[in-house]
């Protein structure tokens, strides 16, 4: 088995699946699959990519399985493998990443991609849980992409001789991941026709009869409103009245106050 680090500057920079994300920040469990099967980190990430093994940064793991002819599980229970596994630690959580991935080896020893030069060592980590691939089989060619394969060069004759045996199959690839997204959406479909239908006309009835309601204390709300704005209005001309009558008196009262002043200075001479 090769040794691989997330951190590898041949890769570790490049995209995670169709994220944003990084192979050196989030790769562990790519990298982890990358040593099981003997693949470089890119190359894996680029293969997965083509054959829809990603949702986002997640890889799907059976659609991996399939990809490379083998079995997937999951398990939280040591499958004691005398093959190598995929154990999944929170070992990291103190530092912000409470999930993590790294190759747990028969003799209990573990390899960790986050190291930047992972080797065999004492495996003190806490498992949480144990994701294995089986022995890891490297054939791409199950019975269906042979098939798949065969339809391609007997009805694709656009391409003739040109299709490369790489290209060839990738695109069996594309086609079965087409026919399972395909199976899935008819299951969807199904379960949603299997469904019962449920009315809503009462439930309706009822938000119309309030809606009704509402306009009606809304009317009543708006009447009230207009009424005391005319009162505003009518209070408003009152105090603009009495204002002018308060300023006529005022003059009045200077007119007066000068006449008797001047009477009684006119009396004293």
């Known amino acids: 088995m090769k040794y691989y680090s997330q951190k590898d500057p041949r890769w570790g920079n490049k995209k995670l699946g169709y994220s944003n994300l990084s192979i050196r920040s989030n790769g562990c469990y790519l990298t982890s699959?990358?040593?099981?099967?003997?693949?470089?980190?890119?190359?894996?990430?680029?293969?997965?990519?083509?054959?829809?093994?990603?949702?986002?940064a997640l890889i799907d793991s059976k659609r991996v399985a399939k990809l490379f002819g083998t079995?997937?599980?999951?398990?939280?229970a040591n499958p004691k493998r005398k093959y190598p596994v995929i154990a999944e630690t929170?070992?990291?959580?103190?530092?912000?990443?409470?999930?993590?991935?790294f190759i747990?080896?028969?003799?209990?020893?573990?390899?960790?991609?986050?190291?930047?030069t992972p080797r065999p060592e004492y495996n003190n980590y806490n498992i949480v849980s144990y994701r294995d691939f089986g022995q890891g089989k490297k054939t791409m060619k199950t019975d269906k992409i042979k098939k798949t394969k065969k339809a391609i060069k007997k009805?694709?004759?656009?391409?003739?001789?040109?299709?490369?045996?790489?290209?060839?199959?990738?695109?069996?690839?594309?086609?079965e991941a087409m026919f399972d997204d395909n199976k899935e959406l008819q299951g969807r479909l199904l379960a949603e026709k299997a469904k019962p239908r449920i009315s809503y006309k009462g439930e309706f009835n009822d938000a119309m009869?309030?809606?009704?309601?509402?306009?009606?204390?809304?009317?009543?709300?708006?009447?009230?409103?207009?009424?005391?704005?005319?009162?505003?209005?009518?209070q408003a001309k009152e105090i603009t009245s009495l204002k002018a009558l308060n300023e006529k008196?005022?003059?009045?009262?200077?007119?007066?106050?000068?006449?008797?002043?001047?009477?009684?200075?006119?009396?004293?001479?």
């Not at 656009?158 to 695109?171: K, L, V």
């Open 90 to 101: 929170d070992h990291y959580r103190k530092h912000g990443f409470p999930q993590h991935f």
């Open 209 to 234: 009869d309030k809606l009704k309601e509402c306009k009606i204390e809304y009317d009543v709300l708006f009447d009230a409103n207009k009424k005391l704005e005319q009162k505003i209005k009518n």
């Open 33 to 56: 699959i990358a040593m099981l099967f003997g693949k470089r980190p890119d190359k894996l990430n680029d293969f997965l990519k083509r054959n829809y093994a990603f949702k986002g």
């Open 71 to 76: 079995e997937y599980s999951r398990t939280t």
């Open 104 to 116: 747990l080896l028969p003799d209990g020893r573990r390899v960790d991609p986050l190291d930047p």
């Open 155 to 175: 009805y694709i004759y656009d391409f003739g001789n040109r299709i490369s045996t790489s290209e060839d199959e990738i695109i069996a690839h594309k086609i």
């Open 249 to 269: 008196n005022a003059k009045k009262a200077t007119f007066w106050d000068s006449f008797v002043f001047l009477i009684k200075t006119a009396i004293k001479k």
